[in-house]
């Protein structure tokens, strides 16, 4: 994380301490906002132009048709206890794959479509997209409600960085490895879109939840859940990982989905490396005991447990009682 800034605060991801998921934490990465909106700034300069000779009308008409769209705070509150915010993030990518990106010092709440399409910037395919490998499984068949396209997680931790495209890589990678050591508590993966020669997209299957809203949020009509089985089976699906020889590194209720069973899918790869391995992104605040940059079964061993603890809490009668 940049010294001094919090983790931006994830649109989609209300209730956790930060998504994590998004953040370079390496060391050797990290920067200060004043250093990465001039990066940002001098990497965009050209792209500027290039949105500017294409002329492209883009499609958005609110806030709500960026994706990503993040808040970055400070790590220190303000005299009255406060967060003091920093910057607003956001995204756009389109449907053939053009990304587009942007940053504010205006809250997202307050973004106006002027604001929105003055600051967003046209990035070049490879400060996002990895090379395809000519190994990878390719995704050719109709898209449908069925699956779910993992696209890049743009944030300004990466422009300009060249870690994204690795990121991407590194995930298409060991979801191809897990794809032929399956596990049916583990996401299924169906391939890679493939465009201009580099990957745009991971294709998963689509679930319904996620084991974070299920317990925080569950529908009047939720049958009681099942904790052990839960545990059990998520508990299962990380021994598989561990026997392939990887780790997951960012297990969380939100990197957990429930399917139509009430059974748990694990999801979210893009930390999953190797045991040894340096890791750009890994962790969650609240679901770790202190950061890390290598990854080690002992990180899913700490998550498992808070997990654990976390959903005994929130399946209990005595917490249906006080929310119900």
């Known amino acids: 994380m940049h010294p001094g800034i919090r983790k931006p605060s994830n649109l989609f991801m209300p209730g956790l301490a930060g998504?994590?998921?998004?953040?370079?934490?390496n060391s050797s990465y990290m920067r200060n906002a004043t250093s990465i909106s001039s990066t940002f700034s001098s990497l965009t300069s050209t792209a500027k132009q290039i949105s500017a000779m294409v002329n492209e009308d883009l499609p958005i008409y609110s806030s709500r048709d960026l994706s990503p769209l993040y808040e970055a705070f400070t790590m220190e509150d303000d005299e009255n206890g406060n967060e003091v915010f920093v910057?607003?993030?956001?995204?756009?990518?389109?449907?053939e794959w053009v990304v587009y990106f942007g940053q504010s010092d205006v809250r997202k709440r307050d973004l106006t479509l002027d604001i929105i399409r003055e600051s967003l910037k046209r990035l070049p395919d490879e400060d996002v997209y990895p090379e395809a490998p000519s190994n990878i499984t390719v995704f050719s068949l109709?898209?449908?409600?069925?699956?779910?396209?993992k696209k890049p997680k743009l944030g300004l931790a990466f422009v300009g960085t060249g870690l994204l495209p690795k990121l991407v890589l590194y995930e298409a990678q060991t979801m191809e490895l897990l794809l032929r050591n399956p596990h049916p508590h583990i996401i299924r993966y169906h391939g890679c879109l493939i465009e201009r020669g580099r990957i745009v997209s991971l294709v998963l299957d689509r679930l319904p939840d996620t084991l974070y809203y299920r317990l925080e949020k569950p529908s009047p009509k939720a049958k009681p859940f099942d904790v052990k089985n839960c545990m059990r089976k998520i508990e299962s699906a990380v021994c598989h990982l561990h026997k392939l020889g990887l780790a997951h590194n960012d297990l969380t209720p939100m990197n957990v989905m429930i399917d139509n069973s009430d059974d748990p899918v694990l999801i979210d790869y893009g930390s999953c490396q190797p045991f040894g391995n340096e890791l750009i992104t890994a962790g969650t605040i609240g679901w770790i005991d202190e950061e890390f940059t290598t990854s080690a079964q002992e990180h899913d061993h700490i998550a498992l447990e808070k997990i654990r603890t976390w959903m005994e809490k929130l399946a209990s009668p005595a917490h249906d009682e006080r929310t119900g």
């Open 19 to 25: 998504p994590g998921r998004t953040i370079a934490r």
């Open 87 to 95: 910057y607003s993030s956001f995204g756009y990518i389109t449907d």
């Open 142 to 149: 109709p898209i449908d409600e069925t699956f779910y396209l």
